[in-house]
């Protein structure tokens, strides 16, 4: 069991950090919030409801998560895969737009040079800030993030 005994409250605004050696279970608990991983025994509450209660698409959709792993699509744009949360929320396609771009701004990338790029396209740290911005384009209520920085520079 990767997990035992955790009872936490973090509160609206809060920023909650878990740190501990490698395979003490933060991925996991992070992976168990968003239910990519099923709870063995336990609850997670979000808002008052029990993670498992909420639709897992809606419940992934408030929840922007940046990975390791990077994890764009390849064969999809560097805007397309920012928009894919905004999109299925059915965002309109201006407001996607202005997003994407108010974002990779905020990264350092500019738009007219990266929105059209494929993710082979870019540096290891370029993807890193392309995945942490497609976590924040549908302005989720929750981010979770493992290790999001670790292929940036300081």
């Known amino acids: 069991m990767a997990v035992e005994h955790l009872n936490l409250t973090v509160n609206k605004g809060e920023f909650f950090v878990f740190i501990g050696p490698s395979g ?3 991925t996991t608990t992070l992976k168990m919030i968003n239910r990519l991983t099923d709870l063995s025994a336990g609850s997670i509450f979000i808002d008052g409801k029990n993670v498992s ?37 059915k965002w309109e396609k201006e407001t996607i737009r202005r997003r994407i771009d108010v974002l990779l701004k905020m990264v350092g990338l500019d738009p007219k040079i990266y929105r059209e790029k494929k993710p082979d396209e870019l540096s290891g740290g370029q993807q890193q800030r392309v ?12 981010i979770l993030m493992d290790e999001p920085f670790s292929a940036l520079d300081p």
């Open 131 to 142: 995945g942490v911005v497609r976590a924040l384009a549908a302005d989720p209520d929750i």
């Open 53 to 89: 209660d909420y639709n897992v698409h809606e419940l992934r959709w408030n929840i922007g998560y940046v990975l390791q792993q990077i994890a764009l699509f390849p064969h999809l744009t560097v805007a397309e895969n920012i928009a894919i949360v905004p999109e299925m929320k």
């Open 24 to 26: 003490c279970g933060k």
